[in-house]
């Protein structure tokens, strides 16, 4: 299963019958996505089964509705198990970023931790999971996917992190569990699945 956010909504794409008998199940072939993606766009909440029998062609068939782009990032933890959050259009977020041509997506997310938050020694634990959101931009959807490692920081706790204010990001900052927990009150769908589901 695919589950892709956009604003309080979110598609789930499915290649099973479990979901049938809801109202907001919907075959493939039959189902408008622009008209869907129009009404995402009034901050209405809203989640969608989408199915079809072959997981792959669906996925391969709505990607192609999009410009598609890939991401990397991490959930960064140091030695007193806080986690490393950036602020960003007044939401809190994780560092991530594109990945760029001849990088390989673990490479990329160290860059770009790494960038976003001045952040220098950080080695990578394990891969979590990935996710997906749209969004717009100059009149056109995107679908990005975002490739989430575990990592721990090497650096002195008391080391200054540095935001990357060209990127927009106002705060880098270490977050405990109640400070999580606060943050995830203003963040993102994804980011509050990916933290939930991560078992930090």
């Given amino acids: 299963m695919y589950r892709i956010f956009k604003n309080k909504c979110s598609i789930s794409l499915i290649d099973n019958l479990e979901f049938q008998e809801k109202t907001n199940f919907f075959i493939w ?4 996505l622009q008209k869907y993606l129009n009404k995402c766009n009034l901050d209405v909440s809203s989640n969608i089964y989408l199915y079809h029998s072959d997981i792959e062609i669906l996925w391969k068939a709505f990607k ?21 959050f950036i602020y960003r259009n007044d939401k809190w977020d994780l560092p991530k970023g594109k990945v760029e041509e001849n990088e390989t997506i673990p490479e990329a ?92």
Wanted: aromatic share 10%; glycine share 4%.
């Fill in 109 to 200: 997310a160290i860059r770009e931790v790494q960038e976003e938050c001045g952040i220098n020694k950080i080695e990578i634990e394990d891969f979590i999971m990935s996710t997906y959101h749209i969004y717009t931009e100059n009149e056109r959807e995107i679908l990005k996917v975002s490739h989430w490692f575990r990592m721990y920081s090497l650096d002195n706790k008391k080391s200054i992190l540095k935001p990357q204010i060209e990127e927009g990001i106002t705060k880098a900052v270490w977050k405990d569990k109640n400070k999580i927990k606060n943050a995830l009150q203003n963040t993102y769908p994804n980011i509050k699945m990916l933290i939930e589901n991560s078992a930090i």
């Fill in 29 to 32: 072939n039959d189902f408008d």
């Fill in 64 to 84: 192609n509705k999009f410009i598609f782009i890939e991401a990397a990032g991490g959930i960064v933890i140091n030695s007193d198990k806080e986690i490393l």
